[in-house]
T-cell receptor, first 115, second 113 residues
Framework: GAGVSQSPRYKVAKRGQDVALRCDPI?????LFWYQQALGQGPEFLTY????????KSGLPSDRFFAERPEGSVSTLKIQRTQQEDSAVYLC?????????????FGPGTRLTVL | DQQVKQNSPSLSVQEGRISILNCDYT??????FLWYKKYPAEGPTFLIS?????DKNEDGRFTVFLNKSAKHLSLHIVPSQPGDSAVYFC????????????FGRGTSLIVHP
């Protein structure tokens, strides 16, 4: 079956522009995570959904970042008024259940470059 | 403040030999640990995990050792193969909340033929 897909794979934005990043999780997966990975760093947690409910958004760096998963499937991460420090790879992951023993399956990421 | 530290950014090993990747953590509440492997332009893939009730977990060529008193874990790959060349991330999570894993910065492993 298909894995986690993300689009676009690459996005170049001018500073101040709004961007929307899409994640299609594995069908039936309850949990969905967004991570930000800066160059030379490990993935850093942004936000977590269980079905359509956003249970944890403690990792969102500012109120310019907003995520939604309205029907409990596809998720969108929106960044308003992008800044250069937002340049990173944004990873989405999904898992079947809500236990940490449930493996997280990662998408290939969206590489965002803000000029 | 790095709660999960991978102090070696890179490691080079000869094919057939053992690769040992190390990871240290500072948060004593961490009780579940994972290793992920990442190829360029792909997302990380889960490799192996260990709960704090164990000190060793083995899966084929991959073994993870956990030393709770030292807050240290290591991933052993025996024998190493060129296809193992990738970036390896150590991650840890604590009970409670949504079990969000905290990742280290990764170690780039190169296995030479």
């Amino acid at each position: 079956g298909a894995g986690v897909s993300q689009s676009p794979r690459y996005k170049v934005a001018k500073r101040g522009q709004d961007v929307a990043l899409r994640c299609d999780p594995i069908s039936g997966h309850v949990s969905l995570f967004w991570y930000q990975q800066a160059l030379g760093q490990g993935p850093e947690f942004l936000t977590y959904f269980q079905n359509e409910a956003q249970l944890d958004k403690s990792g969102l760096p500012s109120d310019r970042f907003f995520a939604e998963r309205p029907e409990g499937s596809v998720s969108t991460l929106k960044i308003q008024r992008t800044q250069q420090e937002d340049s990173a790879v944004y990873l989405c992951a999904s898992s079947l259940g809500t236990s940490r023993a449930n493996e997280q399956f990662f998408g290939p990421g969206t590489r965002l470059t803000v000029l | 403040d790095q709660q999960v530290k991978q102090n070696s950014p890179s490691l080079s090993v000869q094919e057939g030999r053992i690769s040992i990747l190390n990871c240290d953590y500072t948060n004593s509440m961490f009780d579940y640990f994972l290793w992920y492997k990442k190829y360029p332009a792909e997302g990380p893939t889960f490799l192996i995990s260990i709960s704090s009730i164990k000190d060793k977990n083995e899966d084929g060529r991959f073994t993870v050792f956990l030393n709770k008193s030292a807050k240290h874990l290591s991933l052993h790959i025996v024998p190493s193969q060129p296809g193992d060349s990738a970036v390896y991330f150590c991650a840890a999570s604590a009970q409670g909340g949504s079990y969000i894993p905290t990742f280290g910065r990764g170690t780039s492993l190169i296995v030479h033929p």
